[in-house]
């Protein structure tokens, strides 16, 4: 079974600039999370879709950060104008089973905002 | 906002030692879970334990709940240089609710 894909892996940019991430959940997972996770801390929810619905954005800045989840598949995270204190590993995370909600995460993608 | 705390915020030890780390949190749950992630890499999911079970086994790995102290510990028991990695606790509220993470203890196991 192949896992949750991320990509880039890696990426630099210079503050105000935009980027954008993808994932690809495992298949058939409906619920897809996405997660900032800065440096010497756990993972926080940014966004929760399930299938192609929104459950939770509560702590998504949204005046600079958008998610969506076309077809309820992969998913795509944006940021856009980007601040220092972007920086930071966003992973993705999905799961199959919302009773129990254990998850399967991405390998991540390293932003780095000069 | 992050729930659980973990302790210590790191650990070393020698190869063939155990391991514990401890996990507080402040809300009822339906269920804790532990991950691990090595550096660089994405969490993996180790174990879950239900708000209504005491204790679970898996492998090398043991987890207690006390759910009237709101706390929770996992033991690696005759640890090796392969476990040396960050330890999350997560908490599960209701069905359908997104974990939230603790802030991990590191552990380092020297050979």
């Known amino acids: 079974e192949a896992g949750v894909a991320q990509s880039p892996r890696y990426k630099i940019i210079e503050k105000r600039q935009s980027v954008a991430f993808w994932c690809n959940p495992i298949?058939?997972?409906?619920?897809l999370y996405w997660y900032q996770q800065i440096l010497g801390q756990g993972p926080k929810l940014l966004i929760q879709?399930?299938?192609?619905?929104?459950?939770?954005d509560s702590q998504l800045p949204k005046d600079r950060f958008s998610a969506e989840r076309l077809k309820g598949v992969d998913s795509t995270l944006k940021i856009q104008p980007a601040k220092l204190e972007d920086s930071a590993v966003y992973l993705c995370a999905s799961s199959l089973d919302r009773a129990m909600n254990i998850q399967y995460f991405g390998a991540g993608t390293r932003l780095s905002v000069l | 906002s992050q729930q659980g705390e973990e302790d210590p915020q790191a650990l070393s030890i020698q190869e063939g030692e155990n391991a514990t780390m401890n996990c507080s949190y402040k809300?009822?749950?339906?269920?804790l879970q532990w991950y691990r992630q090595n550096s660089g890499r994405g969490l993996v999911h180790l174990i879950l334990i239900r708000s209504n079970e005491r204790e679970k086994h898996s492998g090398r790995l043991r987890v207690t709940l006390d759910t009237s102290k709101k706390s929770s510990s996992l033991l690696i028991t005759a640890s090796r240089a392969a476990d040396t990695a960050s330890y999350f606790c997560a908490t599960g509220g209701q069905a359908g609710t997104a974990l939230i993470f603790g802030k991990g203890t590191t552990l380092s196991v020297s050979s």
């Open positions: 879709f399930q299938n192609n619905g929104v459950v939770d």
């Open positions: 298949s058939g997972h409906a619920t």
């Open positions: 809300t009822s749950i339906n269920n």
